[in-house]
């Protein structure tokens, strides 16, 4: 039997009428004839839209269906067999272009994680995960749940760079791939002092870990969020001519600042931890956002920012002298964006070292992805 597709070009002649009910029924009527005689196996190989038309439960082809859940059934080794799985089907189930695809995984999948910190302890963090890999022309997909259960083999680990690596290389050979990266991101806490009270507190920093395998090359990447104070120098020196001419109180114009960090962390025998990464930044531009401040500390913090006043291109070639200077660190990039107190919009910049982090175009999104959460 003959079933016309809605791809034959019979179906789509502009000069053929359209069935009336009775061709219809009639249509119907010869489908049942066939399936009274067609074997069962015939029939399970019917798009599942045909064979609701020829439900008859006497043949087994389309059984009345339990409602119940089962809470008793057990899927042994026999039924998972049985078990359909187009991800991973054959090259002819594919749809849209025969094209490799370079990441495809999961992201933002959450566990606590414990990791090392530099004094010798340990701290758990909530932390969202992205696991990729890259994907041949002529395969259908992935199984996404085995990224998940490889890192989970490594859960109860501290990670490190280390471990991520054993993760990657078990989820690589589960999907039989050349390439793969896993990113894991955390908010890192680290108790700071006050500039002069001596009280300390909490200062949380947007940290991720992220290890890339290309052509059997890993690259270990660190990404730091390091929120600062920007002081315009051009308006401290306009706001000290109107004091000086003029004995016109002036105030210069100071912004919260972002600076995102990419650094590629050498497989060097010093570990480049947190910690260094984070008193690199607070070296290159001390203007560091406050969390504990009384008012010898607000006005130390003033002191400070007048002392050490720049523009967006001073901050990332500031960062850039301390990352090059840093032998545990290869190729970096800085993205800096100093999210303007006088202007309507932001200034930003970008420097890089290396080709690691060359790119000729921007995510459209990527200075947005900037703006501190308070």
């Known amino acids: ?37 067609a074997l069962a196996e015939e029939v399970a190989d019917l798009d599942p839209a045909i064979s609701r038309l020829i439900a008859d439960p006497t043949r087994g082809n389309y059984p009345a269906l339990a409602r119940a859940y ?6 042994d080794t026999d039924y998972l067999a049985t078990l359909p799985d187009l991800q991973n ?33 340990e701290i758990t963090l909530e932390t969202s995960v992205t696991g990729t890999v890259s994907l041949d022309a002529n395969r259908k997909g992935i199984n996404m749940s085995r990224i998940m259960r490889s890192f989970y083999a490594h859960a109860e680990e501290a990670f490190s760079f280390d471990v991520i690596q054993q993760a990657l290389n078990i989820y690589k050979t589960d999907h039989d791939t050349f390439d793969a990266r896993i990113q894991m991101r955390f908010s890192y806490p680290e108790r700071v002092k006050s500039l002069r009270s001596g009280l300390t507190g909490f200062q949380y920093y947007d940290l991720a870990l992220e290890l890339v395998e290309q052509a059997g090359v890993p690259k270990r990447i660190m990404h730091l969020d390091y929120v600062y104070s920007s002081t315009c120098p ?22 919260r600042s972002v600076a995102r960090i990419s650094v590629e962390a050498l497989d060097a025998g010093d570990r480049l931890w947190f910690e260094d990464l984070i008193g ?11 969390v504990m401040v009384k008012r010898e500390d607000e ?41 303007e107190s006088l202007h309507s919009h932001d200034a930003v910049s970008i420097l890089t070292e290396g080709p690691t982090f060359a790119a000729e175009s921007l995510d459209p999104q990527l200075f947005g992805t900037l703006h501190h959460r308070g």
């Not at 189930?93 to 010798?120: D, E, M, Y």
């Not at 001519?241 to 105030?251: E, F, K, P, Y």
């Not at 690199?280 to 406050?290: G, K, N």
């Open 1 to 37: 039997m003959t079933v016309t597709s809605k791809s034959d070009p019979a179906a789509k002649d502009p000069g053929r009428p359209d069935p009336g009910r009775s061709e219809a029924e009639a249509a119907l009527g010869v489908l049942r004839a066939w399936a009274h005689h």
């Open 89 to 121: 089907g054959p090259e002819s189930l594919i749809r849209g272009a025969r094209a490799p695809i370079q990441h495809v995984g999961i992201s933002n999948f959450r566990l606590p994680v414990r990791f090392r910190t530099k004094g010798g302890g």
């Open 234 to 255: 051009c308006s401290l020196e306009l706001s000290e001519h109107a004091r000086a001419s003029r004995g016109q109180l002036a105030t210069p114009h100071s912004q």
């Open 299 to 339: 006005q130390a913090f003033a002191e400070l920012n007048a002392a050490n006043p720049i523009f967006v291109e001073d901050a990332v070639r500031l960062f850039a002298a301390e990352l090059k200077d840093e032998p545990r660190i290869g190729d970096f990039r800085v993205v800096a964006s100093h999210q």
């Open 70 to 75: 089962p809470e008793e059934f057990e899927a």
């Open 280 to 290: 690199l930044a607070r070296r290159a531009v001390p203007t560091e956002t406050q």
